[in-house]
């Protein structure tokens, strides 16, 4: 009886070496292609939250979203965010993300709007009655202790009595200024230089006025600042302008000229 020939050891190692090298080619590739995919899904989401803006305020709510009883000329649009049974202030506070709760009472979005795929953001638990109906920050009683359930930051919404938010959050700024967008670097020292978190610092998805949303990795070359806003506006930080019309640094809390973004996330 004939006996077929089979592989050599030589041969199989060849196959396997083959293997090997198609697999170290497709991997990165793969995994570019699912970020991309996120990156994409982030976009979308971005795209929903504007347009919720937008028909809250078509529905006669007079603008943007702010919780019940908030004092937009004295109360802080930095608080920490905290979950409780309804929309206004006593029960969720003042951080700024918080009024976009309002969005999902009025069913123009849902809780997964506020996540990022490509982030460690999740959604919360919202089981065990109504003290965890609304809000975008706190202990959700999974364990995992305080933590914020939004991956974006949103344009400062509040003003104070010297009125030095010179580019308050509505729905009517120019077309030019960022209004939403991946959240920034936990380290304030870091904003001024780095791109969200969110893509592994490769850039971020930025919202405008009227809801289309752009993917962006400006920077000046010179100094490594980002500059995803408009005429180079970094939208992490406040800025004024040079005489020569160049966004500057500012230490303030307030955006500080009328195309400034200033988008606030809070971080526990």
């Not at 089979?6 to 080619?25: D, H, K, N, P, R």
């Amino acid at each position: 009886m004939r006996r077929s020939k089979g592989f050599t050891l030589i041969e199989l190692l060849v196959v396997i070496a083959i293997i090997a090298l198609l697999v170290s080619i497709l991997v990165p590739s793969l995994g570019r292609a699912r970020e991309l995919a996120r990156r994409v899904w982030c976009a979308s989401n971005l795209n929903s939250i504007g347009k919720g803006i937008h028909m809250y305020d078509a529905e006669g709510n007079q603008g943007t979203p702010i919780l019940a009883d908030i004092n937009t000329l004295a109360d802080n649009y930095q608080d920490s965010l905290r979950m409780g049974p309804e929309c206004k202030k006593g029960d969720l506070g003042t951080g700024a993300q918080n009024n976009l709760s309002l969005l999902v009472e009025d069913r123009s979005i849902s809780w997964g709007h506020f996540v990022c795929p490509s982030s460690d953001v999740r959604k919360a638990n919202r089981s065990g009655g109504n003290a965890r109906k609304y809000g975008l920050g706190g202990d959700d009683g999974t364990g995992s202790g305080v933590r914020t359930f939004i991956a974006y930051g949103v344009q400062v919404p509040y003003n104070n009595t010297n009125g030095d938010n010179l580019c308050q959050l509505k729905v009517d700024l120019n077309a030019e200024i960022v209004i939403f967008a991946d959240r920034g670097p936990k380290d304030a020292s870091d904003r001024r230089t780095d791109f969200s978190p969110n893509h592994n610092g490769d850039g971020e998805n930025i919202a405008f006025p009227d809801t289309h949303v752009e993917w962006s990795t400006a920077e000046l070359d010179t100094n490594n600042v980002n500059t995803s806003g408009a005429d180079d506006n970094n939208i992490y930080v406040a800025e004024t302008k040079a005489d020569n019309g160049d966004p500057v640094f500012s230490s303030s809390i307030w955006p500080s000229y009328d195309e400034d973004s200033l988008l606030h996330a809070w971080w526990p």
